[in-house]
């Protein structure tokens, strides 16, 4: 029990009308357990000392720390920290299998890399966290990831990833259970990608089991976009430093006409096979900008679904 020292207070011209000069604790609990300091300014007649007990006063008041706006941490130049998270299980069985995804965000780059996986083990997402670090090597060898960000979910703790960090020299740091905001950039990146996700989607009305293919895709466009933090700059103009590229990437849900190949057709049949357009039967679907380097997209008819490179893309 905590212990306040009240001295009596019994001035003459109160502010409230009383019938009588009460116990401090009394005026306490009259109030809600209100503190001292806002007794005394209510100038109440009373006399003794207030004892604040933990099970009501202090244990019941408990609230949640606020949390600082922005990480305090400055990662030396070329250092890299990654922060992962897992999205999921998702409602709807993707059409390769997956359930879930996992987001991994390259500071201070703030550069979004989004995985999708069939189940959440540490063995996936491990898999996941190489992959993501070998491209990263590829495309800009003289960066090196120095911590690795994640909550404190068992695939995490103690796992192959723990052995893999320790390999690479890779400092791990965990967030505190229920406390996401420690973990604010991969939490917010994950809500952002989602929701480009689902409008993306919607526009285009394609079934959700295409949305593993239009997560990939709403962060591989999100990281061509310019951000305030950097500048003005695109997250990948920041990582390559070089002027952005889009000459590959095609609108998301546009008719395709694909070029059907010599052994797939006879010699009085069309070349061109378009298949369905969602709305329609025989057009397909542009659902994804799949390899950039060999320009080659994927697309669907809602059934199927097929990585294309000879075909022509509307722009609407």
């Known amino acids: 029990m905590n212990m306040v020292n009240a001295t009596s207070n019994t001035l003459p011209g109160v502010a409230l009308m009383v019938r009588e000069v009460s116990h401090v604790k009394t005026w306490h609990r009259h109030f809600g357990y209100l503190n001292q300091q806002s007794l005394n300014h209510l100038n109440l007649p009373w006399h003794g000392v207030m004892e604040q007990s933990w099970q009501t006063s202090v244990i019941d008041k408990l609230a ?6 922005k990480d305090k941490r400055v990662l030396k130049k070329h250092q890299l920290l990654l922060a992962i998270d897992y999205v999921g299980p998702m409602h709807v069985t993707a059409r390769d299998g997956d359930t879930g995804s996992v987001n991994i965000v390259v500071e201070p780059i703030h550069l979004e890399m989004m995985y999708p996986l069939r189940e959440k083990s540490f063995s996936a997402q491990l898999e996941a966290i190489k992959v993501c670090i070998a491209r990263l090597t590829a495309y800009a060898p003289s960066y090196r990831v120095v911590f690795l960000k994640s909550d404190d979910a068992q695939e995490y703790v103690g ?6 960090d320790t390999k690479k ?3 791990e740091e965990f967030s505190t259970l229920y406390r996401p905001q420690q973990n604010d950039r991969v939490e917010r990146g994950n809500r952002v990608i989602v929701d480009i996700a689902r ?3 919607q526009g285009v009305n394609i079934p959700k089991t295409n949305w593993a293919y239009t997560f990939v895709c709403a962060a591989y466009v999100r990281n061509w976009c310019p951000i305030k933090v950097l500048d003005g700059k695109t997250l990948m103009e920041a990582l390559l430093g070089l002027a952005p590229d889009i000459s590959n990437l095609r ?3 546009c008719n395709v006409q694909e070029l059907v190949p010599k052994k797939r057709r006879k010699k009085l049949e069309s070349k061109n096979n378009a298949q369905w357009h969602i709305r329609r039967l025989r057009y397909r679907r542009c659902i994804f900008s799949a390899h950039s380097w060999s320009r080659t997209w ?3 008819d809602g059934t199927h679904s097929r990585v294309l490179r000879d075909a022509i893309y509307s722009s609407t």
């Open 64 to 69: 949640q720390h606020l949390f600082s706006p």
């Open 159 to 164: 796992s192959d990833i723990t052995e893999f």
């Open 169 to 171: 020299e890779i400092v």
């Open 199 to 201: 409008t993306m989607m």
């Open 251 to 253: 609108v998301f849900g």
């Open 298 to 300: 994927r697309s669907g």
